[in-house]
């Protein structure tokens, strides 16, 4: 929707596919360019396959030639791949090289461009009957399809073959195909037909499931500042586009801090937004009218947003009457009409926002929806007059009927858009932008795949959304239209709400409901994980293990030093250890409070480090268990993990997944399916519990596959990833907790394998072995594993509870083991500590309401520094670019060639784009870092 909120300029309908290319080219991003462009670096055809490149071909039979084909094994657009292919090309002197005019080869006729300027003078957009039209195929497919977009604009894919016809073509692009098939094209070429549907391959769901997650973690990284989405190019906040950003994070994420911080962003930009012109005059309805639907959705108060009654606003601005009446009204073209509505989608919307703020929509603004309705059945999307052409597209259609259906007593309105629904979609699933269109839109599929839900039609339904779920690229994002390879945010949007099975009329940013429930209600500041109910004595005495965690001299500023250093390089890792362990007691929540706001505020130690430079998120060396780590202490505590110390630490997991193993000298991957530079089955466990608590089953399905593989017979997993063969204490805890997380019984026999072998590893003192000896770290651990079944296990936990109660020293403090040394350490309390509260790490949960950070002492620096920040020392730094070039408006065709619409917007609409530099590899933490 939104399609038409640009300009408008009439043009004619033969010419509309002629202008749909000049356009989408005119207007596309900036591409990274190959070197040596030009024929005489077009690769040899036989390199491009199914897997490999791309093919064209531009037929010069018109000319008195033959086909010619070109390739680029390495293609970035439909523009680069004709250049790099061997051809030249020249457009017109009104809409530049974009509109391709003429074409070229050195192998026919010395190169001569055609049609030669004395057929055409390529200075304004040539005829709709004598032009070269461009047509698109993937792998698989043997027919073509009439690009969506130009050739700047699309970005083949591997085993894709387009080409290049002179001549005509109807409205629909159902003529002037070409004469040759794709696999004529690829004959020879060594491309052979490949996988229908992504060639790529796409996410890695099921068929016909969108995964809503990963399109949320795209929308989530188009946010600027984590607030608002921005045009391409200027910079400037793009509000319509950032509230659709809204809608899709509270369709896939529920209510949420990073919702809320969209949301606190729209409210301030009221004025700017929805009263352009003057809080004394009428607002722009479309504007004003969303914002009512985001705060109906985030359950806000839309008659208090940002300072003003938007539905009272809307209501006292609709148009009494249209030009019919002798006085027009400025903005009103008819009687009904929202003030500025202009076009369907808006005026949709603002009945919609009063039915969802309790208040009865104007009956002659109801009406004035079904005067939009065509003859067929569809919506046009423009406000036309009474009498004028009408042209209605599947998008419109759906937004419309949605909203009259829950308006009631449209029943014959309703039935009429629907049936036309139906008729008009694709046998792929899809929907067209446009009446005639043979391809898929990916805007108009997911609104009336959310229509045909909402109507009752499921099947309908499903196989739109499985389409959609075809054109899910591999980033989590969508584009425009079919084949589309640059993901947008006006064709995200609606996909998600369509893969949540929500839209406008029923969406609502629900709380998350935790994955275990507290088996007690929570006291003020007390703990709201169920602790555990062992009589006093049996076990250490946790309040004083609190205390020494939390003491002056162990405890810095939010922050534990390596060997109780007070300075230079903090342990952020052995810092989340001691958070751990104070929210699993609940003893010192201030302290814990302490800790976490260090972190999630950028505080940085005596080098100028971060959290973030230890997780390495977003950069080149993102260490997947640090990051699962960290996000595990953001669930435990009920902070965002997709917006902790401003990075969002679920996507970074999800980037980390290892696709295959890598090779040396690269480490990074050492099999598909383990995390980027996670050393061990312990950290490797930590990102999975990560994923599962954020609903990211499916992201999480190849790491989970990877640890249940490495599981040995016995029941036990090793320490190291490559696995070494040996069996541990610790990391068989640790899988076990992490499988037990996993939804359904698939793993519920590899938890009890590992459970009977734990317990068949104590000791008879009843401390476990570890890498130290007797070690307290393994103790606390396997007490956390053995109460995933603590009935079973009563007896094993109590003696382990015993034992950890026997090497804690005077100052609350343990020893690392029984053997050795002895003396208090910080890592060992805290493991003994949260350990013994027999609390899983996957179902840990602390409120910090009401809870306030330790003070700092006015002698000491002070420990947070924000990020950006010119103190601190040499961190890694995350640079976050601009977009590219390009951007800019294409006009819609107005009501005599409504198909343009689409095309148009998704040209206007497309979002910027957030580059993260990489940064530097930091020097893993020694001594116990997992």
């Known amino acids: ?166 001549g005509g073509t109807d409205v629909g692009g159902s003529t002037g195909r070409p004469t040759f098939t794709p696999d004529e094209v690829r004959a020879g070429g060594g491309a052979t037909p490949g996988p229908t549907g992504n060639p790529t391959g796409g996410p890695t769901v099921p068929a016909g499931e969108i995964d809503v997650p990963a399109a949320a973690r795209w929308v989530s990284g188009q946010l600027r500042e984590g607030t608002h989405v921005v045009d391409e190019g200027s910079g400037t906040p793009n509000d319509f586009l950032t509230a659709e950003a809204a809608y899709a994070l509270a369709a896939a994420n529920g209510k949420s801090p990073a919702l809320d911080k969209v949301a606190a962003h729209l409210a301030g930009r009221t004025d700017a937004y929805a009263y352009p012109a003057g809080a004394d005059e009428p607002p722009a309805a479309p504007a004003a009218a969303r914002l009512a639907l985001l705060a109906a959705v985030t359950e806000g108060d839309p008659r208090d947003f940002g300072g003003h009654d938007l539905l009272g606003d809307l209501v006292k601005n609709v148009c009494p009457a249209g030009p019919e009446s002798g006085s027009p009204t400025p903005g009103c073209t008819a009687k009904g009409d929202f003030h500025g509505a202009t076009y369907a989608d808006g005026q949709a919307l603002s009945v919609l926002a009063l039915l969802r703020g309790g208040v009865e929509p104007p009956a002659e603004s109801e009406q004035r929806l079904t005067q939009l309705i065509c003859q067929d059945g569809s919506v046009t999307s423009i406000l036309l007059s009474p009498g004028e052409y009408c042209d209605g597209d599947p998008a419109t259609t759906g937004l419309v009927a949605l909203v009259l259906d829950e308006a009631g007593g449209h029943g014959h309105a309703v039935a009429e858009m629907r049936a036309y629904l139906k008729k008009a979609q694709l046998t792929s699933g899809a929907f067209p932008a446009y009446n005639g269109s043979p391809t898929g839109s990916v805007a108009a599929t997911a609104y009336a795949a959310q229509a045909l839900r909402a109507l009752g039609d499921g099947d309908a339904a499903d196989a739109a959304v499985a389409w959609l779920s075809r054109e899910q690229l591999d980033d989590g994002g969508f584009g425009f239209d079919e084949g589309a390879t640059d993901a947008a945010m006006y064709a995200t949007a609606p996909s998600v709400l369509a893969g949540a099975g929500t839209d406008l009329v029923r969406l609502v940013a629900k709380a998350s409901e935790p994955t275990v429930p507290p088996t007690t209600p929570p006291a003020t500041g007390g703990p709201t994980t169920q602790p555990t109910t062992r009589p006093p004595g049996v076990g250490p005495d946790l309040k004083k293990g609190i205390a020494f965690l939390t003491s002056p001299a162990n405890l810095h500023q939010g922050r534990y030093y390596r060997d109780n250093e007070k300075t230079g390089r903090a342990d952020f890792g052995l810092t989340i250890d001691g958070a751990f362990a104070l929210a699993a007691t609940g003893h010192d929540d201030n302290a ?72 040396a000298p690269d480490r990074s991957c050492p099999a598909a399916g383990a995390y980027t530079y996670a050393p061990s089955v312990f950290a490797h466990s930590l990102g999975i519990i990560a994923q599962l608590r954020a609903g990211e089953e499916k992201a999480a399905k190849a790491p989970i596959a990877y640890l249940a593989g490495l599981q040995h017979g016995s029941g036990a997993w090793p320490s190291l990833i490559p696995a070494t063969g040996d069996s541990e204490v610790d990391s068989t805890a640790m899988a076990a907790m992490t499988l037990d997380l996993v939804p359904g019984d698939a793993h519920a026999a590899a938890v009890d394998k ?177």
């Not at 260090?598 to 230890?614: A, C, I, M, P, V």
Request: hydrophobic share 35%; charged share 20%; glycine share 16%.
């Open 1 to 166: 929707m939104g399609t038409a909120q640009q300009q408008d300029r009439h043009v004619g309908k033969k010419r509309l596919l002629s202008l749909l290319t000049a356009a989408a080219v005119t207007f596309a991003a900036s591409v990274a360019f190959v070197t040596g462009a030009g024929p005489a670096a077009a690769d040899p055809v036989e390199e491009c396959t199914a897997t490999k490149g791309a093919i064209v071909a531009v037929d010069f039979g018109p000319f008195g030639g033959d086909v010619v084909r070109g390739c680029d094994t390495t293609p970035t657009t439909g523009y680069e791949l004709l250049h790099e292919g061997g051809f030249t090309t020249e457009g017109t002197q009104h809409d530049g090289d974009g509109f391709i005019c003429r074409i070229g080869t050195g192998s026919f006729n010395s190169g001569t461009q055609y049609p030669t300027p004395a057929t055409e003078d390529c200075v304004l957009t040539p005829q709709a009957t004598a032009y070269w039209s461009y047509w698109i195929a993937s792998p698989g497919q043997d027919t073509w399809s009439y690009s969506p977009l130009g050739a700047m604009s699309r970005k083949p894919r591997a085993g894709d073959v387009d080409a290049w016809v002179f």
């Open 592 to 663: 814990l409070r302490t800790i976490v706001d260090f972190l999630e505020q950028g505080g940085k130690d005596g080098e100028g480090r971060s959290l973030h430079d230890w997780t390495g998120v977003g950069g080149k060396y993102a260490l997947g268990g640090s990051m699962g780590k960290a996000a595990v202490l953001a669930q435990a505590v009920e902070r965002d993990p997709r917006d902790f110390g401003g990075q969002d630490l679920i996507a970074g997991l999800a980037d980390a997944v290892c696709e295959k193993p890598s090779t």
């Open 754 to 930: 590992a459970l009977s072998w734990l317990a068949s590893q104590q000791l008879a003192d009843g401390g476990f072995p570890g890498a130290s000896g007797n070690s307290v770290n393994s103790a606390g651990l396997a007490v956390q594993g053995l109460s995933l079944d603590a009935e079973k296990y009563d007896r094993q936990i109590t003696k382990a509870l015993k034992f950890l109660a026997s090497q804690q020293n005077k100052d609350g403090g343990f020893n690392v083991a029984k053997e050795g040394q002895r003396g208090s350490d910080i890592r060992a309390s805290a493991q003994a500590v949260g350990g013994a509260t027999g609390i899983s790490f996957g179902t840990l949960t602390r409120s910090l309401e009401g809870t306030t950070p330790n003070p700092v002492p006015s002698s000491s620096t002070p420990a947070i520094v924000t990020p950006g920040d010119s103190a601190g020392g040499t961190g890694g730094i995350v640079d976050a670019d601009g977009p590219g070039g390009g951007g800019g408006s294409l006009a819609s065709t107005g009501a005599q060639a409504l198909g343009l619409a689409a095309a148009a917007a998704v040209l206007v609409l497309a979002g910027w784009r957030t580059v993260v530099a990489a940064r530097n590899r930091r020097e893993a933490a020694a001594g116990g870092e997992r």
